[in-house]
């Protein structure tokens, strides 16, 4: 019988790995046509890894990063690698989290993104998904939202970012190689946080 922890991750993973090929198409717009494969091999290999018994949200996460970092090639594992690393911090020894933890998970998972990555806001990257969604959901918080209620005004945030994401240039990772012409395109790593937010979404 699995956890409704690993219920949550295995709901993130399905959807990564639904959405292997538009990662991948995106990715070949602007990349090197490998987004989606990566992270779909990441995400099997976390499923596989992962104990379904696992209670502790913090272990599960950092084995998650790990899983990721060690299996995922490309700029997106060690991102995504480090994102659930840090995200693990604030989780350790908890077997339930609220809006409140998962909120400080969320800041450490973009400053993990921020130290290794070293980008900014529109800089056509994943964080163009998820800095929106964190000031969406501080601001959720704030005004009394539920979990439900929080997570979807989260994806439609995170959503606008997408949709940002393609009036913008590339100004790091591989697309910044484009110059102008990764105008006009989507950015993959914006597009694979705004589907694990909605798992986590349609998950709740
Ligand atoms: P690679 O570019 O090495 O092939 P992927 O295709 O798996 O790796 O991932 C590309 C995605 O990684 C981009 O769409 C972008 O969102 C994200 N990315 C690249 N560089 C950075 C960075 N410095 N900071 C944050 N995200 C980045
Ligand atoms: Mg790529």
New binding site residues.
Partial sequence: MSTRLYQCIEAIGNKIIENKDFLTDL?REI??A??GV??ARGFSEVLTALPQDETDIGAALKKVGMTLLSKVG???GP?YGTAYMKAAGPAAGKTEIDLTVACEMLKEAIAG?QMR???VKGEK???DALIPAYETMVSCIESGDDAKTTLEKMCETASMGVEYTKTIQAT????SYLGERSIGHQ????TSSLITLEAIRDFL
């Fill in positions: 990715d990349g090197d490998d987004h990566n992270m490309g700029a997106s991102l993104i990555g070293k980008a990257t994943m964080l790091k990772g591989r697309a950015d993959p790593g914006a």
